[in-house]
């Protein structure tokens, strides 16, 4: 089975903390996204990655980065947490066009 | 600009009853239409999946329509179960594209 981890389940930083999140996946997929899923909102693409060292930009990209250094971890990165960025972030991974597979999800609570 | 509008927002269904979400989209450029189900605590999963070059696909008690002149797809849970209750989001792709544009999500609860 496909395995898409997350580094934490729970998270609680203070504004204006660098906040960093992990995910890992093992079937050696290429893409790998970074998702945002608020109530009422749906889940929202802040960004992707198609290759090593590759990203593109998602639907809400603004005060996040990413860094993927190698091909099965990709990292979300909040420069300086806001409390508007309070939510659950959900990681994916897929091959090809095919089914995309997500991670548990990281809950951050920015007080 | 929301590209997948999915409804209803909520949904309460009797257990054994049937229940139907529908989403409705602009690009006629998509070609693939998957629904997940996220039960609480959990990252959503593949439910099942259709492409636009036929009319229906049926797993187990789980069937999506599809309807290409309309642009619009819906999800159909027969003999709804209390195991049921989840939320579900419809989402599309346009061919060759890595990303899926979601639906804003339809929490459904199968009432014992």
């Known amino acids: 089975d496909v395995k898409v981890t997350q580094s934490s389940r729970y998270l609680v930083k203070r504004t204006g903390e660098k906040v960093f999140l992990e995910c890992v996946q093992d079937m050696d997929h290429e893409n790998m996204f970074w998702y945002r899923q608020d109530p009422g909102l749906g889940l929202r693409l802040i960004y992707f990655s198609y290759d090593v060292k590759m990203k593109e930009k998602g639907d809400i990209p603004e005060g996040y980065s990413v860094s993927r250094e190698k091909k099965e971890r990709f990292s979300l990165i909040l420069e300086s947490a806001s409390t508007n960025q309070t939510s659950m972030y959900l990681c994916a991974s897929r091959v090809g066009l095919n089914e995309q597979f997500f991670g548990p999800g990281t809950r951050l609570t920015v007080l | 600009q929301q590209q997948v509008k999915q409804s209803p927002q909520s949904l309460i269904v009797q257990k054994g009853g049937i229940s139907i979400i529908n989403c409705a989209y602009e690009?006629?450029?998509?070609?693939?239409f998957p629904w997940y189900q996220q039960f609480p605590g959990k990252g959503p999963a593949l439910l099942i999946a259709?492409?636009?070059?036929?009319s229906e696909k049926k797993e187990g008690r789980f069937t999506i329509s599809f309807n290409k002149s309309a642009k619009q797809f819906s999800l159909h849970i027969m003999d709804s179960q209390p195991g049921d209750s989840a939320t579900y989001f419809c989402?599309?792709?346009?061919?060759?594209?890595?990303?899926?544009?979601f639906g804003k999500g339809t929490k459904l609860t199968v009432n014992p």
């Open positions: 690009n006629t450029a998509f070609d693939y």
């Open positions: 989402a599309a792709s346009e061919g060759g594209s890595e990303k899926l544009v």
């Open positions: 259709i492409r636009p070059d036929v």
